[in-house]
DNA sequence: CTCTGTTCCTGGCAGC
DNA sequence: TGCTGCCAGGAACAGA
C-alpha cells in the first residue's frame, strides 16, 4: 500500500479534506476540523512505513509534521479519480492535485474502524537512521516512535530483539506480536513464522536456544518479504492495494487457518488453539512444545 | 517493573 | 426467511 500510495502523493498538494466519520481520527489529538485545516492546501513529500505504521510527511516551515495512519484490521487507503463516487465504509477523503499526475483523491475506507488517520509531529529517531521505508529522512511520527523497526529495516536492532526474547518468560508468539520488540507481524505472520521455523508458539521465549531465535528471525524475515511480494494477504475484500486489488499471500499460508488440514511438511493435521483471545494454528509433531511452563 | 486480560467495531456466517 | 450470537483482528489501557 505504501509502495501505491508514494508515487501518487509525493509532491501532491491537499486540495480538500472531508471527514465523515470522526471515528477515523481516534489517534488524532483535536476535532476533525483542526484535522482538515492543518492539511488543506499543503504539499505532501512522500509516503513512509514502519511496521504497521504509515505516514505521509507534510511540507512546512514550521515543525515536521504528517499525516500517520493506521489500517488496525480493516483500513484501506485507495487511489480513486476526483469526484469518484463514496466508497463502502468511507471515512476520510483527502483531494490531492499532483504537479505531473493531475488531480487525485485518496480515500481512507475502514470497516471495523480499528484504523485511523492524525496529524502528528515528527520526532529525530533515536539511533539516527531514516524513520522507515520509503524516506532517508531520520523523522519518526511520535504515536511510531515507541515501535521497533521491522526486521527487513536496514537499521533493525537485532541485538535488541534477542536481548528481549532471551529476557521474556512469556510465550514466544506474545513476544512475536510485541510491536516494541520487533514491528510488522500480525497474528497470521506469527504463525506462519513459528511454523516455518518448528517452534511452538507457547514455548517460553527465554527457553528458546540462540540458534532457533536465529532460524526463527531469518524466517520472520522470509515470510514478510513473500508477503509483500504478493501483496499481502487476502481473505475477504477488506485486503486490498491502493486499487483495491486483493493480495496473494493467502495462497501461500502453510498453517494460518488450516485447521485439521495436513501440515505441508508432515501431513498432521494443523491445530487451532486459543492464544490471548486469539486463534493460534501450527503443527503438533512439526512444532513440539519445549521447556517448562 | 513485567505481564495478562479487556476493550473498541462491523459484517459474514452458522445455527435455529 | 429472519433472527441471534459468535468470530476475526491491533494496540491502548487497566489492573494484577
Known amino acids: 500500500m505504501r509502495a501505491g500510495l508514494a508515487p501518487a502523493v509525493t509532491g501532491a498538494r491537499v486540495v480538500s479534506v472531508t471527514v465523515l466519520d470522526d471515528r477515523a481520527l481516534t489517534r488524532h489529538r483535536g476535532a476533525a476540523s483542526d484535522f482538515e485545516s492543518a492539511l488543506t492546501g499543503r504539499v505532501l513529500t512522500g509516503a513512509v512505513r514502519r511496521g504497521k505504521f504509515l505516514w505521509l510527511p507534510i511540507e512546512t516551515d514550521a515543525a515536521a509534521r504528517a499525516v500517520v495512519g493506521h489500517l488496525g484490521m480493516s483500513g484501506q487507503l485507495l487511489l480513486r479519480a476526483p469526484g469518484a463516487p463514496a466508497e463502502r465504509h468511507e471515512r476520510v477523503r483527502i483531494e490531492l492535485a499532483h504537479p ?25 529517531t533515536i539511533d539516527g537512521a531514516a524513520g522507515g521505508f520509503g524516506s532517508d529522512v531520520a523523522l519518526v511520527p ?13 537499521a533493525f536492532d537485532e541485538a535488541l530483539f534477542r536481548r ?3 529476557a521474556s518468560a512469556s510465550a514466544v508468539k506474545r513476544v512475536l506480536l510485541d510491536q516494541t520488540t520487533v514491528s510488522g507481524i500480525g497474528n497470521i505472520y506469527a504463525d506462519e513464522s513459528l511454523w516455518a521455523a518448528r517452534v511452538h508458539p507457547e514455548t517460553p521465549s527465554r527457553a528458546l536456544a540462540t540458534r532457533t531465535v536465529t532460524r526463527l528471525l531469518d524466517e520472520v524475515r522470509v515470510v514478510l518479504e513473500r508477503a509483500l511480494a504478493e501483496g499481502g494477504t487476502s481473505f475477504d475484500a477488506q485486503y486490498v492495494n491502493v486499487n483495491g486489488q486483493a493480495g496473494y499471500f493467502a495462497h501461500s499460508l502453510r498453517a494460518y487457518g488450516r485447521t485439521g488440514q495436513p501440515c505441508p511438511r508432515c501431513g498432521t493435521p494443523i491445530l487451532r488453539v486459543s492464544f490471548t483471545n486469539r486463534s493460534s494454528h501450527f503443527c503438533p509433531r512439526c512444532q513440539r512444545r519445549r521447556g517448562a511452563r
Open 100 to 124: 505531473r499526475h493531475g488531480e487525485l483523491a485518496v480515500v481512507f475506507a475502514d470497516q471495523r474502524t480499528f484504523g485511523s488517520l492524525a496529524i502528528d509531529d515528527l520526532v529525530p
Open 142 to 154: 511520535v504515536q511510531a516512535a515507541h515501535i521497533a523497526r521491522d526486521p527487513l529495516d536496514p
Open 164 to 166: 528481549r526474547v532471551g
